[in-house]
């Protein structure tokens, strides 16, 4: 079932700016992933944060998780052209079963 | 990183004939797969879990027996959608979990997607 929020629903901003997207969640959950997916193609895994951490990165990607606010934004900085896709959080429960956000397309202009 | 692989990644049938998909982990082993469809600009829509020698689990409204899974090995699953009508044309995705992180992992690796397109 659907259980996450996100938004916006669309972003469009120009090369070189960051963007930021948020996701809302319902229930408890172990951790939470962010997934990349361009039109028409599978999911690509960006990262994973675990309930007990707070903020996490990876190269141009920041992550931040409030479990309190059930709550998690991912941020990409000096966004390229190429970061042009749809980006969904997942969360994983006690079920460990992913359960995706409505998801944020992003779209970055050169 | 892990790799999933799905095939076919297109397929298009007639009405009434029935679709195999094919799901593998190609370097870890994943007792545990699971089956999506998504339809266009939409989310992924869980369709059931897929475990290793033993039936799967179907998500509330997914027919059970229209979309037939099996888990044979642990580096195979496949999803057959029987008796295809067009409204089961979407893109189904697999994925498979790598838990071999340790516990509070559970990492999913997706397949690259099937479009299914009944006429």
């Known amino acids: 079932s659907q259980q996450g929020e996100e938004d916006p629903q669309a972003l469009s901003i120009q090369e070189g700016e960051n963007a930021t997207m948020n996701c809302s969640y319902k229930t408890s959950i172990n951790n939470l992933q962010w997934y990349r997916q361009n039109s028409g193609r599978g999911l690509v895994h960006l990262i994973l944060i675990r309930s007990n951490e707070r903020e996490k990165h990876s190269g141009r990607l920041r992550v931040t998780l409030d479990t309190s606010k059930k709550s998690s934004s991912l941020l990409i900085t000096a966004s390229r052209a190429a970061d042009t896709a749809s980006y969904f959080c997942?969360?994983?429960?006690?079920?460990?079963?992913?359960?995706f956000g409505s998801g944020t397309q992003l779209t970055v202009l050169p | 990183g892990a790799v999933v692989s799905q095939h076919p990644s297109r397929v298009i049938c007639k009405s009434g004939t029935s679709v195999k998909i094919e799901c593998r982990s190609l370097d870890f082993q994943a007792t545990t797969m699971f089956w999506y469809r998504q339809f266009p600009k939409q989310s992924l829509m869980l369709m059931a879990t897929?475990?290793?020698?033993?039936?799967?689990?179907?998500e509330q409204g997914v027919e059970k027996d229209k979309f037939l899974i099996n888990h044979a090995s642990l580096t195979l699953s496949t999803l057959t959608v029987t008796s295809a009508h067009p409204e089961d044309s979407s893109f189904y995705i697999c994925s498979a979990r790598d838990t071999s992180g340790g516990a509070g992992t559970d990492t999913q690796y997706f397949g690259p997607g099937t479009r299914l397109t009944v006429l």
């Open positions: 997942a969360t994983s429960g006690s079920a460990r079963q992913l359960t």
């Open positions: 897929s475990n290793e020698g033993s039936k799967a689990t179907y």
